[in-house]
């Protein structure tokens, strides 16, 4: 009897600590079930606007040559002073604008003007002379066909008559060129532009060739790009350029208008002038604000391949694998991608650096490198829809679809 006794509490000792133990498994079950509720609502929503995401779709990208360099006006001349005096009446400054023929500044013409009139005088005395001579000339030309005196008197008058109308004619150059002295002291623009530098000052004495301003027509602008001799083999008149201004996200399309026929001693290297597009005329400001002197950098387009591609930045390289972050599902999904050929392409009116990836569905709805890293699974939403949707021009497209 006391043996079954102890069998019966010991059963039921099992019974009761069987029981606790299931209750706990199932507590622990119940927190892990709710704290993953918890988790899955307080998962952050990423919202995402249209400019935020980009379609892959099959582009035309400009494939070409790396090119470099500063912007360089076509047009552009340095005022210098052709006389020397004390510089008077300088007033245009950096940036303003000039139009050609326009007086920009005097130099003292006091010397000049009497230079002018000591020539002159000289002149009207060489006049004078001339007729001494000629009346001399007439005079014995009249004693010589009487008999009076020898044809040797006479060409000594002739001889003195073609060296006086000699000597005025020196003394009517000399007047020339003191007047053109007298001119050379107004300082006029040689065409219109904007002053870029003022180099001297209002009661400056300057002396001859000494430079006084400098004017740039940036209605005209090139780039001089530098080439290998390799590189030069495909050059082509007419060939289109995308380059980029330092410091802006501007682009500007520039065209080949020269090569130069000799390579650089040296160097080898073959140079190359590209004219830039731009709406500025010589008289009012570049509203693409292109400036001399600015350092531009990109591609010119030598050969076009059609592939699917995405932008450059879009593609992370964060992973072994290169990849990029793409909608799918109302959720960020990292896509590896294969790179292939890089080239430019115009993306909702800029010029982008593409690059022809394998991978990812055509249509597919791919974030910006601008956007930065997502963890893969977040939610995302469009600004202005409600969670979850796509852009208008991926919602009819099936994420799912295989990749070509």
């Known amino acids: 009897m ?30 892990r079930k709710a ?18 995401v980009v379609q892959a779709q099959s582009r035309e990208l400009g494939q070409g040559l790396a090119i470099s360099g500063a912007l360089k006006a076509v047009n552009s001349a340095f005022v210098k002073a052709r006389v020397a005096g004390e510089l008077q009446g300088l007033t ?5 604008f000039v139009k050609a023929g326009q007086v920009l500044a005097r130099i ?41 005196i020898s044809k040797t008197a ?21 007047v020339e060129m003191a007047g053109k002295s007298l001119d050379d002291t107004v300082l006029r623009a040689p065409l219109s532009g904007q002053v870029s530098q003022r180099l001297a000052q209002t009661g400056e004495r300057v002396a001859v060739d000494t ?11 090139e780039l001089e790009a530098s080439f290998s001799a390799a590189d030069a083999l495909g050059l082509r008149l007419g060939q289109s350029a995308a380059l980029q201004i330092e410091g802006s996200p501007q682009t500007v399309t520039a065209t080949v208008v ?84 890089r080239g430019t392409s115009t993306v909702g009116g800029a010029t982008e650096t593409m690059v022809a990836v394998k991978g990812i569905a055509e249509n597919a709805v791919v974030i910006q490198g601008a956007v930065g890293s997502l963890r893969e699974g977040t939610a995302v939403k469009f600004t202005g829809g409600p969670v979850g949707n796509g852009p208008p021009a991926a919602q009819a497209v099936s994420p799912t679809k295989p990749a070509p």
Not at 35 to 52: G, K
Not at 115 to 143: F, G, H, P, T
Not at 154 to 174: I, M
């Open 258 to 341: 020269r090569i130069n026929p000799s390579a650089q001693a040296g160097s080898r290297s073959v140079l190359a002038y590209l004219s830039i597009a731009n709406t500025a005329t010589p008289n009012s400001p570049a509203p693409s604000g292109l400036r001399q002197g600015l350092f531009v950098q990109g591609t010119l387009n030598t050969e076009r391949i059609s592939a699917l591609a995405v932008p450059l930045s879009a593609v992370r390289t964060d992973k072994p694998v290169p990849y990029v972050q793409v909608v799918q599902d109302k959720q960020v999904v990292h896509k590896p991608v294969e790179m292939g050929a």
């Open 154 to 174: 006479l060409d000594t008058s002739l001889a003195n008559l073609n060296a006086g109308k000699a000597n005025h004619k020196a003394a009517l150059a000399a």
């Open 211 to 221: 430079r006084v301003l400098e004017i740039v027509d940036l209605s005209k602008l």
């Open 108 to 148: 003292d013409a006091t010397e000049y003007r009497a230079r002018v009139r000591q020539a002159q005088e000289q002149a009207d005395s060489a006049k004078a002379q001339i007729d001494i001579v000629q009346r001399q000339y007439d005079n014995n030309q009249a004693l010589v066909n009487q008999g009076f």
């Open 2 to 31: 006391k043996k079954q006794l102890k069998w019966g509490i010991a059963v039921l000792a099992l019974l009761v600590l069987g029981s606790a133990v299931v209750a706990a498994l199932l507590a622990r079950s119940n927190d």
């Open 92 to 96: 245009v400054r950096e940036g303003d």
């Open 35 to 52: 704290a993953s509720a918890a988790s899955a609502q307080a998962q952050p929503v990423v919202e995402l606007a249209l400019t935020d």
